[in-house]
């Protein structure tokens, strides 16, 4: 072999394990989600557009009913899909100091592309668990901030498992669970400021 061209060959070699070990430390969001996908994860509502206000229906200020929401591009491989949807800014966007969780789902079956607008638990796709918001309770509960205007973020996650079932999990708990099971993720963020 010329010296070229073992130099071209070491320098393969190098490449292809700074590769292995860049996919071996991609916690749990797989680098490789996407090979398989070509269309990204989306998820998005009929009911307040991307970074928009959220209307007062699905607030504490009117009655309280979810928004509906809808996906697409699930990646090759999922088995379930999980969506918790929090608020990063509680109590006060001047100063956070907690993240107030507003809605668990998980075990949401791939064949589901969405949820309608207030949804019950009788009419969530089947297979679905409910797992336990901040206010101890299972279900949806609507943004209700003290102060000021707060983001609300919905997060699905995709999954390469069939969850167990976490009888009634905290977001933390569930979370602990979902690790290394990540496929794909989509986030759909709005707004809500009460009128007082």
Not at 49 to 60: A, L, S, V, Y
Not at 99 to 127: D, F, I, M, Q, R
């Amino acid at each position: 072999m010329k010296p070229i061209g073992l130099a071209t060959a070491l320098f393969m070699v190098v490449l292809s394990a700074v590769f292995s070990a860049t996919a071996a430390e991609g916690g749990a969001l797989r680098p490789d989600a996407g090979k398989e996908n070509l269309v990204p994860l989306t998820l998005g509502s009929a009911s307040f557009p991307p970074k928009g206000m959220i209307p007062p229906r699905h607030t504490c200020d009117g009655a309280d009913i979810s928004p509906q929401l809808a996906w697409a591009g699930l990646p090759a491989g999922t088995q379930s899909l999980v969506l918790i949807v929090d608020d990063p800014d509680a109590p006060d966007p001047a100063a956070p100091a907690m993240t107030w969780v507003h809605w668990v789902l998980y075990n949401l079956p791939p064949s589901a592309t969405g949820l309608g607008e207030g949804v019950k638990v009788g009419n969530l796709p089947p297979g679905t668990r409910l797992g336990l918001n901040d206010w101890q309770r299972t279900g949806y509960g609507g943004p209700c901030p003290p102060i000021g205007k707060h983001r609300y973020v919905h997060k699905l996650y995709a999954l390469d498992v069939l969850l167990p079932d976490l009888k009634q999990p905290t977001k933390a708990r569930l979370e602990q669970a979902m690790q290394g099971h990540v496929l794909a993720r989509a986030e759909l963020v709005g707004y809500y400021q009460r009128q007082r």
